[in-house]
């Protein structure tokens, strides 16, 4: 059996569906299972159990003879979450636990962290696990998967295969139940519905011009492949990016998005949120070499390709991956 933690989330429950489409059935989904809305996500996909996430460390400690892999994906992911005792929980202590275990089996992991570790990319966006310490995450968020993976790295044990993933800006299908964290994608396209335009935040950075700051947009269906791959390739350990490889603006996403649902583009800018002002990525880009050079070469979507068959077969028709 798979387990995939996060189940009822956007990243995890694309992954369900890649591992149906492969012939994967004996899945065990873990998440807390609250939100109606968001077990949309995996109600029509095969799986052959649930746990509840606070149930899932005895479960696995007594079912461990039946797992073949573990995607950790599960985390408290909103970077506005100033709560850092809850995301030491849920995502420094939550996921030791997880390792240790698997230490413990012979169970090989694959985690979540994320490209939030960068803070504002000071010490670049290179996956160099040596320059972990000079990294300067702008958020506890950031803060608790940085701290996850010097953890990880100082391990005298480890899992025999084990890899953690720093994500860039995911988008894609499954992602209605995120509200404000889901992807600008999304929120263009319900703006665009609603009201015919989109707004985007103004730059308060003179290196950038309005609708000018880049991030690296990354399709949740190439996440998925990645992930994929890694369930098989089972050596290299190590933390790896997982973007594009490409930065790209704001405007050019929303300029696609209009051009997906087949509208004129009519875009204004707002003020960035006060909240968030001093805690915002002008610019990230994923250097993408490492994964590269253990074997992984599958093309990823451009942000046209990928905003079009977000759109159009998905946000239009309101259906689920």
């Not at 970077?79 to 997880?98: S, V």
């Not at 319900?190 to 935040?201: A, R």
Request: proline share 3%; glycine share 8%; charged share 25%.
């Amino acid at each position: 059996m798979i387990i995939i933690t996060g189940a009822a989330g956007f990243i995890s429950s694309c992954l369900i569906q890649k591992l149906n489409d492969e012939g994967y059935y004996d899945l065990v989904l873990v998440d807390d299972f609250s939100n109606e809305e968001q077990n949309k996500n995996f109600e029509a996909k095969r799986y052959s159990q649930k746990v509840d996430r606070d149930e899932f460390i005895g479960w696995l400690k007594e079912n461990q003879l039946h797992v073949q892999f573990i995607f950790h994906l599960g985390a408290r992911t909103d970077t506005t979450e100033f709560d850092y005792e809850l995301l030491k929980k849920l995502n420094l202590q939550y996921t030791q636990d997880i390792w240790n275990i698997c230490v413990e089996f012979g169970l090989p992991l694959v985690y979540a962290s994320s490209a939030a570790t960068y803070g504002l990319g000071e010490a670049g966006y290179d996956d160099d696990e040596t320059r972990l310490d000079e990294l300067k995450p702008l958020n506890p968020y950031g803060d608790s998967k940085n701290e996850f993976d010097k953890w990880a790295l100082k391990q005298e044990r480890q899992p025999y295969f084990w890899a953690g993933l720093k994500f860039f800006n995911v988008y894609g299908p499954n992602e209605y139940h995120k509200g404000r964290m889901a992807s600008v994608v999304f929120h263009t396209f319900n703006q665009i519905t609603k009201t015919g335009g989109m707004k985007l935040f103004q730059s308060h950075n003179p290196d950038f011009k309005d609708g000018e700051q880049k991030r690296d947009f990354v399709y949740v269906k190439d996440v998925t492949e990645v992930l994929y791959f890694l369930m098989h390739h089972r050596k290299d350990s190590g933390i790896y990016n997982l973007g594009s490889g490409k930065a790209r603006t704001f405007l050019d996403l929303a300029v696609n998005t209009f051009k997906a649902m087949d509208k004129e583009p009519n875009v204004s800018f707002v003020p960035t949120p006060e909240d968030i002002r001093d805690k915002y990525q002008y610019f990230t880009e994923a250097k993408m070499g490492k994964l590269e050079a253990i074997g992984y070469h599958k093309p990823f979507h451009s942000l046209e390709e990928g905003v079009e068959d977000y759109v159009k077969n998905y946000l239009i028709p309101g259906r689920y991956l």
